[in-house]
C-alpha cells in the first residue's frame, strides 16, 4: 500500500497501492488482455476491503517490476514481512 487516505466528509477511503513482480514478463500475466486481469484483481480486493472496514473504497492499483524483490531482505522488511 503506496498511501490510504480517509474522507470522513463522503465516507470514503482512497488506497494506492501496488503490486510487485520481479520479471517484466510476468507484467502482461497480471495486467491481462485490455487490464481485465487487473480490473478483476481490483474489484475483488476493493469489495474485500470495504467489507473488512465497512465504508466505499476507492482503490488504484499499479503494476511495478523490482528484480529479485522476494530476496531482498530490506524490501520485505518495507513491505512488513
Known amino acids: 500500500v503506496e498511501s490510504f487516505k480517509e474522507d470522513t466528509e463522503k465516507k470514503l477511503v482512497t488506497i494506492h497501492a501496488s503490486i510487485v513482480?520481479?520479471?517484466?514478463?510476468?507484467?502482461g500475466i497480471i495486467i491481462g488482455k485490455g487490464g481485465k486481469k487487473l480490473k478483476s484483481i481490483g474489484i475483488a480486493a476493493r469489495k474485500d476491503i470495504e467489507t473488512l472496514i465497512g465504508e466505499k473504497?476507492?482503490?488504484?492499483?499499479?503494476?511495478?517490476?523490482?528484480?529479485?524483490w522476494s530476496q531482498d531482505e530490506k524490501f520485505l522488511k518495507e513491505l512488513g514481512l
Open 21 to 27: 513482480i520481479e520479471k517484466k514478463s510476468q507484467k
Open 57 to 68: 473504497v476507492l482503490l488504484k492499483l499499479w503494476v511495478k517490476v523490482k528484480k529479485n
